[in-house]
């Protein structure tokens, strides 16, 4: 059923990754555990744990999701009358937005239920001021590259390196070229890799 507004808290035990997509809804993304990047144009923003990212309708965007990653996602229909930003970018709730959206995600009642809460969380959401500025880690991970040395951490330049290979494999790269470019032609740590990262040996 679609709702005007809704929240899900989802966990992702593998790397996910969304395809690239106009949103059909606005999206307020908190990243929970882990870590999600978030590509919106050119660039990719690193969603660090407990920070919030505001994807507004019509927005063109790609979201990879990291191993052992948990979020909560609020989505407003593109319907809804009341004005919100039309920005992407980070934001800041205030203490009541905050309240509101915490007692959402860890509330397992009923939607109808909650009725009021997300009524009140809306009316909250035009005030929200979003700054769409690269982080520390975020330029980190777009200086990376499977071919430089990097100061990131060793599992995730992994990820980013199985990432890197399933780009190359979807936009037809040969599989022997890439296992030969990522992982020095060695196979067997290549399927190791894959399935621990991605959940599947094979990157389609």
């Known amino acids: 059923m679609h709702y005007s507004i809704s929240l899900q808290t989802t966990e992702f035990r593998f790397l996910s990754i969304t395809s690239r997509k106009k949103l059909l809804k606005h999206c307020l993304l908190r990243v929970e555990e882990g870590l999600a990047l978030v590509r919106l144009g050119k660039h990719e923003f690193a969603v660090e744990a407990g920070k919030l990212l505001w994807l507004p309708f019509d927005c063109l965007t790609s979201i990879s999701y990291l191993p ?113 470019d990522l992982f020095a032609g060695d196979h067997v740590s290549f399927s190791a890799l894959t399935e621990s990262v991605y959940g599947k040996t094979s990157l389609k």
């Open 68 to 180: 052992q990653t948990k979020v909560s996602m609020l989505e407003v229909s593109s319907r809804v009358q009341t004005k919100l930003p039309t920005q992407a970018g980070f934001v800041v709730l205030n203490e009541l937005a905050t309240a509101l959206f915490n007692r959402l995600a860890q509330s397992d009642a009923p939607h109808e239920q909650k009725q009021d809460l997300y009524r009140v969380l809306l009316a909250e959401l035009p005030t929200l001021n979003p700054v769409l500025q690269q982080s520390k880690l975020g330029k980190r991970i777009a200086q990376w590259s499977p071919e430089q040395p990097s100061d990131l951490e060793k599992e995730l330049q992994l990820v980013l390196r199985v990432r890197e290979a399933r780009r190359r494999v979807l936009s037809g790269g040969k599989l022997e070229t890439v296992i030969n």
